[in-house]
């Protein structure tokens, strides 16, 4: 066997089928891959190339020559917040090659000297699934992600690198929609965290990073409208008192979003094609579990989250098949039943036409509920 050993940098451009969602998206378009040798045509850019087949042989899976710390690394092209990462490792043998392995995300191209994302891999300690999926910090931001098997010997084998994160807009990942919990009765415009979780469950998370309010319909900045705030902060959210203002005057009616990245019950669109339970698995791979819809606001979150991501699709898998009785199951064991669910239905479904729950769209009654064949292929929703 020969081996090919190159001392400079393998530079290899990628050029994908990007797939990009509202609030993630996978990052690694038209990036360099590089890594630190190359064993035959085992390339850097392999482990971008789209493909995530875990079998060796089958030419998608990377391959270094075996040395002290191999290492791989993907130049994003400009710094942004990465959320997690998700490594595909072989499957046909040597899983435990990737002992040791650990994932860095930070601005310098000398990746070893930037910050870890995640836990080392640790096969002493754990099992590990083909993917493995490396949290990083939260906010934390980078150009470069980069793999090397810390301080051990071998070759570094990737069979797919995947990126999640995105642009940071005003200071967060992935801000909730603007949510307004009351218009001031008891001459109180309660926006506090506690209230935002009664009224929006699906939306909001009990510990949020961000906070900003305004006012509603002239989307003053609340530093700006002149008003004292019981609460504005991150411990309680956001409370207006009209016995706190000036003059007799009364609070104006202020909405708040709040920062939740990670942390909430967000909708993420795939504009993929796949059967029900492929989208169960596909959801997982990225980190994320299958979104579920089980009331009005789940359902308005998800659409708005469609409508935004410019998606023209006519079905979206959720999650949720029926069972006995036409209870609705979710994949991590809860239920509705169909009767609570009902409203939230197309007009005549469900008819029985399938077990799996999905989003249909019909000319003049918009995107609702509709049971269908499991087995065909339709885009989804995953939530974070
Ligand atoms: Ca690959
Ligand atoms: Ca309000
Ligand atoms: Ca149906």
């Given at each position: 066997?020969?081996?090919?050993?190159?001392?400079t940098?393998?530079?290899?451009?990628?050029?994908?089928?990007?797939v990009?969602y509202?609030?993630l998206?996978e990052?690694a378009?038209?990036?360099v891959?590089?890594?630190s040798?190359?064993?035959?045509?085992?390339?850097?850019?392999?482990?971008?190339?789209?493909?995530?087949?875990?079998?060796?042989?089958?030419?998608?899976?990377?391959q270094?020559?075996?040395?002290?710390?191999?290492?791989?690394?993907?130049?994003?092209?400009?710094?942004?917040?990465?959320?997690?990462?998700?490594?595909?490792?072989r499957?046909?043998?040597?899983?435990?090659?990737?002992d040791?392995?650990?994932?860095t995300?930070?601005?310098?191209?000398?990746?070893?000297?930037?910050?870890?994302?995640?836990?080392?891999?640790?096969?002493?300690?754990q099992?590990?699934?083909s993917?493995?999926?490396?949290?990083?910090?939260?906010?934390q931001v980078?150009?470069?992600?980069?793999?090397?098997?810390?301080?051990?010997?071998?070759?570094?084998t990737?069979?797919?690198v995947?990126?999640y994160?995105?642009?940071?807009?005003g200071?967060?990942?992935?801000?909730?929609?603007?949510?307004?919990n009351?218009?001031?009765?008891?001459?109180?415009?309660?926006?506090?965290?506690s209230?935002?979780?009664a009224?929006?469950?699906?939306?909001?998370c009990?510990?949020?990073?961000?906070?900003e309010?305004?006012?509603?319909?002239?989307?003053?900045?609340?530093?700006?409208?002149?008003?004292?705030?019981?609460?504005?902060?991150?411990?309680?959210g956001?409370?207006?008192?009209?016995a706190?203002?000036?003059?007799g005057?009364?609070?104006?009616?202020?909405?708040?979003?709040?920062?939740?990245?990670g942390?909430?019950?967000?909708?993420?669109?795939?504009a993929e094609?796949?059967?029900h339970?492929?989208?169960v698995?596909?959801?997982?791979?990225?980190?994320?579990?299958?979104?579920k819809?089980?009331?009005k606001t789940?359902?308005?979150?998800?659409?708005?989250?469609?409508?935004?991501?410019?998606i023209a699709a006519?079905?979206?898998?959720?999650?949720?098949?029926?069972?006995k009785?036409?209870?609705i199951?979710?994949?991590?064991?809860?239920?509705?039943?169909?009767?609570?669910?009902k409203?939230?239905?197309?007009?005549?479904?469900p008819?029985?036409?399938?077990?799996c729950?999905?989003?249909?769209?019909r000319?003049?009654?918009?995107?609702?509920?509709d049971?269908?064949?499991?087995?065909?292929?339709?885009?989804?929703?995953?939530?974070?």
């Open positions: 066997m020969e081996i090919k050993k190159t001392f940098l393998v530079m290899c451009m990628a050029s994908l089928v990007h990009c509202s609030g998206c990052l378009e038209d990036t891959a590089t890594q040798s190359t064993l035959e045509d085992a390339s850097a850019e392999r482990a971008i190339d789209g493909n995530d087949v875990n079998i060796y042989n089958m030419g998608s899976c990377t270094t020559s075996a040395e002290h710390q191999p290492w791989w690394m993907v130049d994003l092209g400009r710094s942004q917040i990465v959320h997690h990462v998700v490594v595909t490792n499957g046909d043998c040597c899983e435990k090659r990737l040791g392995a650990v994932v995300v930070g601005d310098t191209a000398d990746h070893l000297a930037n910050p870890q994302c995640g836990n080392q891999v640790d096969f002493e300690k099992s590990y699934d993917k493995i999926k490396f949290l990083c910090d939260e906010n980078g150009r470069y992600v980069g793999v090397y098997l810390k301080d051990r010997h071998g070759p570094l990737l069979c797919e995947e990126v994160g995105g642009k940071k807009v200071g967060c990942l992935l801000w909730t929609n603007w949510m307004n009351n218009d001031k009765s008891g001459n109180v415009d309660n926006e506090t965290i209230a935002s979780l009224t929006y469950p699906d939306t909001m009990e510990n949020p990073t961000g906070i309010a305004r006012t509603v319909g002239s989307r003053i900045p609340a530093e700006s409208s002149n008003q004292v705030f019981a609460e504005y902060n991150l411990e309680e956001f409370l207006c008192r009209s706190d203002q000036a003059q005057q009364n609070c104006f009616d202020y909405e708040v979003r709040y920062c939740c990245a942390g909430g019950n967000n909708a993420v669109v795939i094609k796949v059967s339970s492929e989208a698995g596909k959801c997982e791979s990225k980190g994320m579990s299958m979104y819809v089980h009331d789940s359902l308005a979150h998800a659409l708005s989250t469609i409508n935004q991501s410019g006519n079905n979206f898998w959720i999650d949720g098949t029926f069972g009785n036409r209870r199951n979710f994949n991590e064991g809860t239920h509705a039943s169909l009767e609570d669910m409203p939230l239905f197309h007009r005549g479904e008819n029985g036409s399938g077990d729950l999905h989003f249909w769209y000319s003049g009654s918009g995107l609702s509920l049971d269908g064949d499991c087995d065909v292929n339709q885009y989804y929703l995953c939530m974070h």
